[in-house]
C-alpha cells in the first residue's frame, strides 16, 4: 500500500494525470466522483432554463443557435457522467441520486429565464463563468475528467461568444430591447458570482482539491478574474452591473466589488431556490418517460447477445 501511496504522490508531485487503472487514495476517489456528478448534473440540469425557450425563438436563426447550445450541454453532461463511471459508480446509479435530491447542481440553474434577454446574458455571464472554473480543469489531475474538459472548453467558448452576439443584436435594437438586456443583468449578475462557490475562508474542501491537483485557483481568485474580464464587456454592450461597491483599484489593478448575498446563496444550495422543486421534477418525469427506451435497448441487447451465444 505504501508503495502505491508514494506512486500516486509521485505522479501528483510531477504534474502527471491519474489515470483509472492507478491506485488512488479513497477520499481522492470520492472528491472527484462528487465534483464530476455535480458538474454532469448542472449541465443536464442547465438545459431546461434555456429549453424554455426554444419554441419562443424569435427567429429561425436564433432558434437553431439555441437548439444547438442546448443540445451541446447534454452532450457534455454525457461526456461528465461517463468520466464519472472510469471512478467506478454508474450512471443509473447518479441519476438515481440527482433526482432523489441527495446530489447538488450548479445554483445558478434554481432561477428562472424571464425573457429573450436571458437566454444571450445566460451565455455572456452564465457559460463566461464557466468557462473561468472549467478552463483550469483542463489540467486537473485525473485524466479523464481534464480530458472531457478541453472538449467541453472549446463548446463554451461558442456558448459565450453566442450569448453575447445575441446581446449586441439587442442593444443596437430599441430602447425597449436595451431595457430588457439590463433588466436581464441585475437579476443575473450577482447568481453568476455566486457560481464560484463560497468565499475562500468559508470553503473547507478547497485546500486538499489543489493538494490534489483538481482545483488549481481558489474560489476568490476565480471570481476576481470574471469580474476583471466582464467589466470591460459591459462598457462594450452599455449596460451596468447592479453593485455600487464596483470599481477600479489602481493599487490593486483589479476591480473592487460588493459581498454577494451569501445567505440567499445557502438557501439556493439547500434548495429552496426559485425553481429547485420545478427543476428536479421535471428531471425526475423526464427520467422516468424514458423508461422504456432503457427497457427496449436492454431487452435488444439481451436478444443480440442470445443470438451469438447460439452462433458461437
Ligand atoms: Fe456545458
Ligand atoms: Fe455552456
Known sequence: MDEFEAQFDATIAADQRVEPRDWMPEAYRRTLIRQIAQHAHSEIIGMQPEGNWILRAPSLRRKSILLAKVQDEAGHGMYLYAAAETLGVDREELTEKLIDGKQKYSSIFNYPTLSY????????????????NQVPLCRCSYGPYARAMIRICKEESFHQRQGYELLLAMVNGTDR??????ESVNRFWWPSLMMFGPPDDDSPNSAQSMEWGIKRHTNDELRQRFVDMSVPQAKALGVTFPDPELVWNEERQ????????????????AGSGPANAQRVAHRRR????????????RAYAEKQDARKAVAA
Do not use: S, T
Open 286 to 297: 423526464a427520467h422516468e418517460n424514458g423508461a422504456w427506451v432503457r427497457e427496449a435497448a
Open 117 to 132: 434577454a436571458d437566454i444571450g446574458v445566460i451565455g455572456w455571464l452564465v457559460d463566461g463563468a464557466a468557462i473561468c
Open 177 to 182: 430591447q436595451r431595457e430588457m438586456v439590463q
Open 254 to 269: 483589479a476591480h473592487d466589488y460588493g459581498e454577494p448575498d451569501w445567505d440567499e446563496f445557502k438557501a439556493v444550495i
